[in-house]
Each structure stands twice: as C-alpha cells, then as structure tokens.
C-alpha cells in the first residue's frame, strides 16, 4: 500500500486510540474501490478541531466554517474533518453524493450507510434526500455534472430531474468554487457528456460567472481531451470558445493576477499564430512555455502545428532568453548617454533585445551602445 495510505492510517490509528471514531472518507475511498488514481485523502473524525491539533505535532487550521484541520504526517497532508452532526451516520448521509460517503477504517475495511457502494458498481450519481443536499449547497449540482465527466457515469433521475427545476439557485455560488469544480470538468475524460448534460438541464444559464452559452458549450465540445492539460492551458482552451472575453472576464473568474497573465499571453500568441509562424523575436517575447502552450492548443482545435522539437530548437540558438542577459542595463545607457530616467530607456533596451535576438547585433556592450546612438 502506497505511503500516503499507511500514514493516513497512522492518523486514524491515533485518533482510535484516543477514544476517537476516525475514517478514511469521500473521494480516497470512491477512487479506490473504483481502482482510479486517488486525489487526496480525506478524514472525518469525532474528535473536536481542538483534539485533534492536541494529539499531532505539525497541524493548521482551516476556515472554521468547515471544522478542518490540516494534519501533517512526513510528507503528506491530510484534512481531518470534525463531524457534522452527532455520529459518524449524520456526516455521510449530509455529503453531496453516495458515492462520496463511503468510509474505510484504520484496517481498510469499508462501511457504507447511503447504498454507496451498489451505486458505484451500478455506475450511478445519487444522493439521499435529493432536493435538500442540492439546495443546501447549489455547488453540488454543478459537481454532479463534474463526476459524469470524470467518471462517465448516470445521473439517478430523480436527481437530474432536481437539477433541471432549481438550476437557477447555483447563481449566488462564490465563483472560487465554481472554478475549481468547472476545471476539473473540462478535464474529465466523459467530457462531452457532462456538456450535454448541463445543456439539456440548463444549469449553463445560471452558472455563475462563466458566461456560458449553447454556441460556447457547442464549440467546447469540439475541443480534443484536456485531461493532459495544465490549468492554464485548460482555462485558455475554454476562453477560446467564448466569443468575447477580456481582461475583466478573467479577473471575474476569481483567478489570481498570475494565471490571468498566463492566460492573457497565450490567447494573444494563439491569434498572432494564426497570422504567421513562429519567429527568432516572437518566441524570445512569449517565452518558450508560452509557444509550447499555443502550439498545444493549436492541436487542442485541430489545427496543424509546429514541431515542439523545431520550436526548442529555434529557442536554445537565441543568443539571449531574458533581459537580464542583455549586455547593457538601463543604468549603462543612462550613465552613457547622460539622459535622465525615462520611457526611453525600457524603449532603446527593446530596441538592444530586438538587435541582439534577430542577429543584427553581437550582445557585446559597445556595439549595443553604438547602434542605439545610432538610433537616436
Ligand atoms: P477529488 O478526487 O477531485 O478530490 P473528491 O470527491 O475528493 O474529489 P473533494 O472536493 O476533494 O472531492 O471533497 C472531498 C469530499 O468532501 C467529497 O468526496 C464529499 O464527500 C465531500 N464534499 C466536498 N464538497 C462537497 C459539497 N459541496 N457538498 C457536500 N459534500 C462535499
Ligand atoms: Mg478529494
């Protein structure tokens, strides 16, 4: 068994042997009866947030609204969880899906309250109590959507029926969670599936945030499998199915200021792409992750694409990768042309970096310094 499992069980044995009921729980125990690559593993337990920081060394707190503690053992992180409700029966049966209710012991034996376990061998979403577990958290609607595309399975109809008559109560959802969860559909291998899903229950309109429309939704759908993709390259691969997004879209998204960027370069080399090839100036301003990125996307929506061996090629021949390899500093013109700090010191450093990356100039400070006089 695989270190992340033995130290979890550590866990649990400590908790056990302080007088405390603690499992294994959610998706750990979904993906391992299901022989699937597990996520992260997830406990619930008894014990009090204050306990079980008492009973481990290295422990953090979470937002308080979930009672979660983060417990480290070695490496590994796990999130201990304090029971909502009086017993362990209480916790299941309030998680969103039966076949994210299933607990496994400190010896790996598994206990199911919800019918969980048939529901994953019958490859089928439910949850107790439908209607209440959907209104309570209107995210849920949207994860149910996010297993049909990871794990390709049904939606119990009394569930899906649920889903089509309150859609619109996912709209006050924060779009911090919204985003996770639509990531991880876009990346799921059923894909497609959960799309038509969400067409046909409508739960596109309400999704707050995205902006979703049948025509994108369509467009999406025609999008090769992302489960290989970065975020960020999954992200742009969505943006492009929209047909207008700008800066403020992103920043709606809940992203942080670095992923807008990332994704802000990729659409612009990804349209300059459909202009020209890459060339010596073009790939020394995007970077090489950027062009890798673009031409990734490019296969994304069938479009032909430059070899990435071609591409690293024309990369590692650039005599400078950087600014900071450049010759001269904007201190060396300033204290050589005698001219006071200004915009054109970033301008004739461009000029040196285009001179340079082209082949026009050796990146040697004299002959950098001549051909910007040169210049003016
Ligand atoms: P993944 O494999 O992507 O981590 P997961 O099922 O573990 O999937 P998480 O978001 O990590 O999903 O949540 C862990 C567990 O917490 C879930 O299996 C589920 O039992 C419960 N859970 C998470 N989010 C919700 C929610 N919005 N409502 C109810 N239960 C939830
Ligand atoms: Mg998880």
Request: aromatic content about 10%.
């Given at each position: 068994m695989a270190s992340e499992w033995k130290k979890a069980k550590d866990v649990l044995?400590?908790?056990?042997?302080?007088?405390?009921?603690?499992?294994?729980?959610?998706?750990?125990?979904?993906?391992?009866?299901?022989k699937r690559k597990v996520a992260d593993i997830d406990i619930v337990t008894?014990?009090?947030?204050?306990?079980?920081?008492?009973?481990?060394?290295?422990?953090?707190?979470?937002?308080?609204l979930h009672q979660t503690v983060i417990v480290k053992h070695g490496d590994?992180?796990?999130?201990?969880?304090?029971?909502?409700?009086?017993?362990?029966?209480?916790?299941?049966?309030l998680r969103d899906l039966t076949i994210n209710s299933l607990l496994m012991d400190c010896n790996g034996e598994v206990f199911d309250f919800v019918r969980g376990q048939d529901d994953l061998f019958q490859n089928v979403l439910r949850a107790c109590e439908p209607f209440d577990r959907m209104i309570e958290d209107p995210l849920r609607m949207l994860r149910v959507f996010r297993f049909v595309s990871e794990l390709g399975f049904d939606i119990d109809q009394e569930l899906l029926s649920i889903i089509s008559t309150n859609h619109e109560r996912i709209q006050d959802v924060a779009i911090e969670r919204v985003i996770k969860e639509w990531i991880k559909l876009l990346k799921g291998k059923h894909r497609n599936l959960a799309l038509d899903l969400i067409m046909s229950?409508?739960?596109?309109?309400?999704i707050p945030g995205l902006e979703l429309t049948e025509q994108a939704l369509d467009g999406l759908s025609n999008v090769k499998s992302l489960k290989q993709?970065?975020?960020?390259?999954?992200?742009?691969?969505?943006?492009?199915?929209?047909?207008?997004?700008?800066?403020?879209?992103?920043?709606?998204?809940?992203?942080?200021n670095e992923q807008v960027k990332k994704i802000q370069a990729r659409l612009?080399?990804?349209?300059?792409?459909?202009?020209?090839?890459?060339?010596?100036?073009?790939?020394?301003?995007?970077?090489?992750?950027?062009?890798?990125?673009?031409?990734?996307?490019?296969?994304?929506?069938?479009?032909?694409?430059?070899?990435?061996?071609?591409?690293?090629?024309?990369?590692?021949?650039l005599?400078?990768?950087?600014?900071?390899?450049?010759?001269?500093?904007?201190?060396?013109?300033?204290?050589?042309?005698?001219?006071?700090?200004?915009?054109?010191?970033?301008e004739a450093l461009m000029l040196a970096e285009q001179l340079v990356v082209t082949g026009q100039c050796q990146n040697e400070k004299e002959v950098l310094l001549n051909a910007i006089l040169e210049e003016g």
């Open positions: 044995h400590r908790l056990n042997e302080n007088g405390f009921d603690a499992y294994i729980v959610g998706g750990a125990v979904r993906d391992y009866l299901l008894t014990a009090t947030p204050d306990e079980v920081s008492r009973l481990f060394s290295k422990t953090y707190r979470m937002n308080n590994e992180k796990y999130e201990v969880t304090t029971i909502r409700g009086v017993t362990i029966i209480d916790d299941v049966s229950t409508c739960l596109f309109k309400s993709s970065t975020d960020t390259v999954c992200l742009t691969a969505f943006c492009l199915c929209l047909s207008r997004i700008n800066e403020q879209y992103l920043k709606n998204l809940a992203l942080s612009f080399y990804y349209e300059l792409r459909h202009k020209k090839q890459w060339n010596r100036l073009d790939l020394y301003d995007a970077s090489i992750q950027v062009a890798i990125d673009v031409e990734n996307l490019r296969n994304l929506y069938n479009k032909e694409n430059q070899n990435i061996a071609q591409l690293l090629e024309m990369w590692e021949s005599p400078i990768h950087q600014r900071s390899e450049l010759a001269i500093s904007g201190r060396d013109l300033i204290h050589a042309l005698k001219k006071n700090q200004g915009p054109w010191v970033k």
